[in-house]
Antibody, heavy 122, light 110 residues
Framework: EVQLVESGGGLVQPGGSLRLSCTAS????????MHWVRQPPGKGLVWVSR????????TYADSVKGRFTISRDNAKSTLYLQMNSLRAEDTAVYYC???????????????WGLGTMVAVSS | QTVVTQEPSFSVSPGGTVTLTCGLT?????????PSWYQQTPGQAPHTLIY???TRSSGVPDRFSGSILGNKAALTITGAQADDESDYYC??????????FGGGTKLTVL
């Protein structure tokens, strides 16, 4: 059974840092592109970042560029999101999601984890 | 900055057909935007319905279909059921590895 389990969320003060992890099981992790998507309380989904299957390419939403870093360890089947200079508007449930495949039409988020909550507040 | 647009809300009768759309404030949606559609019920993670415009995700009933209608991506639900009452989101590839979600459509079945 495919599982994506996020961890590392919590309460952090503005300006602080947090590192999220997403551990995959039941799949060959290195075959898939991975995404982070967030959802502020009561609001819609917001794409945050994605990383290519081999880690060689990363992209970010403008709202997090320069503050967040996506990375992966294929040997550990784990995806990361390092979040620095956190702001109140970064408060959200953070989901990791894998692609369906590795060709262009199959890159978007496909299989989702259950999410981890990040709250930025003093 | 181009924004992805969706109807904020829609209503459909049980057994009816509804088409939700996903557009751009500037330009047209095409298959090159690789539109995907997601269903989300409150408190749950999103679930993928459609990817690459019109490919149904595994296990998704054929009541759900995706297409390009005019200058927008579209999700059509035929024979709507009570448990289709959910929030529906689309996502589009905007080029250069950037993806953007629409604001979502809250679908009511009544």
């Amino acid at each position: 059974e495919v599982q994506l389990v996020e961890s590392g969320g919590g309460l952090v003060q503005p300006g602080g840092s947090l590192r999220l992890s997403c551990t995959a099981s039941g799949i060959t992790f290195s075959n898939y592109w991975m995404h982070w998507v967030r959802q502020p309380p009561g609001k819609g989904l917001v794409w945050v970042s994605r990383i290519k299957s081999d880690g060689s390419s990363t992209t970010y939403a403008d709202s997090v560029k320069g503050r967040f870093t996506i990375s992966r360890d294929n040997a550990k089947s784990t995806l990361y999101l390092q979040m620095n200079s956190l702001r109140a508007e970064d408060t959200a449930v953070y989901y990791c999601a894998r692609s369906q495949g590795a060709v262009p039409g199959t890159i978007p988020p496909y299989y989702w984890g259950l999410g981890t909550m990040v709250a930025v507040s003093s | 900055q181009t924004v992805v647009t969706q109807e904020p809300s829609f209503s459909v009768s049980p057994g009816g057909t509804v088409t939700l759309t996903c557009g751009l404030t500037s330009g047209s949606v095409s298959t090159s935007n690789y539109p995907s559609w997601y269903q989300q019920t409150p408190g749950q993670a999103p679930h993928t319905l459609i990817y690459s415009t019109n490919t149904r995700s595994s296990g998704v009933p054929d009541r759900f279909s995706g297409s390009i209608l005019g200058n927008k991506a579209a999700l059509t639900i035929t024979g709507a059921q009570a448990d289709d009452e959910s929030d529906y989101y689309c996502v589009l590839h905007m080029g250069s590895g950037i993806w953007v979600f629409g604001g979502g459509t809250k679908l009511t079945v009544l």
